[in-house]
């Protein structure tokens, strides 16, 4: 399995964007999927969860603000990030946990401006 980061790019304070995470391969057995990010300088962080019943779980400080998704189909997740503030600066990670082993993406770099 490989994931697949992107949509990560620059914009102002109070902006929106969309990250995706594409997988390759066989994904059978995935029991939850989760977006970190890593700020520079910092520790990788937690943001958001989503299991396979479709129960979220959010970082208090993106609560509100980013709502993370999937579609099994197309063996997509996505995390939709809106009041974008510059503490949110960061390389974002998809990661998939499933019966086989855990998949970390690549990362997508997210720049906030003030």
């Known amino acids: 399995v490989q994931l697949q980061a992107s949509g990560g790019g620059s914009v102002q304070a109070g902006g929106s964007l969309r990250l995706s995470c594409a997988a390759s391969?066989?994904?059978?057995?995935?029991?939850?999927r989760r977006w970190y990010r890593q700020a520079p300088g910092k520790e990788r962080d937690w943001v958001a969860t989503i299991m396979t019943n479709g129960y979220v779980n959010y970082a208090d400080s993106v609560k509100g603000r980013f709502t993370i998704s999937r579609d099994i189909a197309k063996k997509m997740m996505y995390l939709q990030m809106n009041s974008l503030e510059p503490e949110d600066t960061a390389v974002y990670y998809c990661k998939m946990n499933t019966v086989y082993g855990d998949y970390w993406g690549q990362g997508t770099l997210v720049t906030v401006s003030s």
């Open positions: 391969g066989s994904i059978n057995g995935v029991k939850v």
